[in-house]
């Protein structure tokens, strides 16, 4: 049932004041719950900075209130609320002032007027009374308030059982009335599992992973391999752009970007055709791993899908994991194509990610690649680039361009 709010121009109509935020998984992690509720607290209070309401988010007996100071623009905040991670539910709560049983009967009718404007639903008033001094015992809060809703709306129903609408009544020092709940994207918050550098290309894969990666709680940077004049301006631009996108669910993320063109060349004039893409893969990882490692990144994230291209075969993974010794995270590993581009258009990025600009692999693949890569002669034919190739990533490392996309 959706919620209708402000629907009466022009007459006074109640509003959203805050938000009761929900949170799952991070309520099982006994002493440390603290610092997961903290992380969230935080996050909260970063996706609604962008949102003009000078929301007040506070923790209180295993629950977080975000609540706003002023109006602000409800459908903007539950759309930056559904991007914070660790949050599994998030409850549109008004809260008026306790002016007697009478006057919250009449708050309550207004309400369930204003936020279901069709009455056609069964229901159940769950009444919780946390201010003790309240004179009125939840039960009797429980069939008081039902009655007055059956009352006034006639088209509707008490079912205890399975309501349509659950109508929570909480008595604090002011009253809570919330009954709409929309599903938070779940997860853990950002910053409590720690950091990972994400290989971030201009495809389709590589931000899903990322994004798959930041929902369990970990942060992101990310690392793009350029190949001027190969790759365009606005080849990198639209790395830039994905990033940004990923980073309205992780945060920040400081996107290094790697002068790739001299490697890729060298490897081109030194290695068989068949091969480059694994070796050019291998140095990507190893470059990736130096920068993580100098960032305090503890694993590296890729988009690669078992099967997808000749360099995503069982064997040629095992030839790109064998250049770095930090674990390396696969979080589409299993997933068929389809189903990484529905989690793509979901989180918005594909539109960006269709964007016909070459890649750096793309312009250097050979016409019949190897798709069963030997580890021994990939790594022989490595050594055919042991005169220039040291020099050229300490070059590489030495002109990386870092950009905070946000
Ligand atoms: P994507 O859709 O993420 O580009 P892809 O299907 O095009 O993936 P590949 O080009 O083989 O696959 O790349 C596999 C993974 O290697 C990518 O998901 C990404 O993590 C990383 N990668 C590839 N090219 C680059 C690049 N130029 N810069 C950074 N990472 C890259
Ligand atoms: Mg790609």
């Known amino acids: 049932m959706k919620a209708r709010f402000r629907a009466h121009e022009g007459r006074k109509y109640m509003e959203y004041q805050s938000f009761l935020i929900k949170y799952a998984e991070i309520g099982i ?3 440390n719950r603290y610092l997961f509720e903290d992380a969230l607290v935080k996050q909260i209070n970063h996706a609604l900075k962008s949102v003009d309401g000078g929301f007040l988010v506070s923790k209180e007996s295993g629950r977080i209130y975000a609540q706003a100071s ?4 409800y459908d903007e905040a539950v759309e930056a609320l559904k991007k914070v991670f660790g949050i599994a539910a998030i409850c549109p709560m008004v809260q008026v002032e306790d002016k007697g049983y009478a006057d919250l009967k009449e708050q309550v009718k207004e309400y369930i007027d204003q936020v279901y404007p069709d009455k056609r ?3 159940k008033v769950a009444a919780r009374r946390a201010n003790k001094h309240y004179p009125i015992g939840s039960e009797q809060i429980n069939r008081d308030l039902g009655e007055v809703i059956l009352e006034t709306f006639p088209e509707t129903k008490v079912d205890v059982h399975n309501p349509d609408v659950l109508l929570r009544v909480e008595v604090r020092q002011k009253i809570n009335i919330f ?4 599903a938070g994207p779940g997860g853990m918050p950002v910053g409590t599992n720690g950091k990972a550098m994400l290989l971030l290309s201009g495809g389709i894969d590589s931000p899903v992973a990322g994004y798959m990666i930041a929902k369990r709680g970990v942060r992101l940077e990310a690392v793009y391999f350029h190949a001027p004049p190969y790759t365009s301006d606005r080849a990198k631009q639209k790395v830039i752009d994905l990033a940004k996108l990923v980073s309205r669910y992780a945060g920040p993320v400081l996107l290094h970007i790697v ?3 001299d490697i890729q060349l060298y490897i081109y004039d030194q290695c068989p055709h068949e091969e480059l893409t694994i070796i050019m893969r291998r140095y990507m990882m190893r470059i990736a791993e130096r920068i993580a490692e100098a960032n305090h990144c503890h694993g590296l994230i890729t988009g690669e899908s078992i099967g997808q291209v000749a360099s995503q075969t069982m064997q040629s993974l095992a030839a790109t994991d064998d250049a770095c010794s930090m674990p390396v995270f696969r979080p589409v590993i299993g997933f068929d194509k389809q189903e990484i581009v529905d989690v793509a258009e979901r989180i918005g990025t594909f539109e960006t990610s269709i964007q016909p ?6 312009i250097f693949v050979a016409k019949h690649p ?6 021994g002669i990939i790594r022989r034919s490595e050594e055919n680039l042991a005169e220039k190739i040291d020099e050229l990533v300490e070059t590489a490392m030495g002109t990386v361009e870092t950009i905070w996309c946000r």
């Open 357 to 362: 600009f070459e890649d750096c692999c793309t």
């Open 70 to 73: 002023k109006p602000f623009d």
């Open 29 to 31: 992690k006994g002493k």
């Open 370 to 375: 190897v798709t069963k890569p030997n580890l």
């Open 121 to 123: 639903f069964t229901f």
């Open 179 to 182: 009954s709409q709940t929309i």
């Open 259 to 261: 002068n790739f063109t």
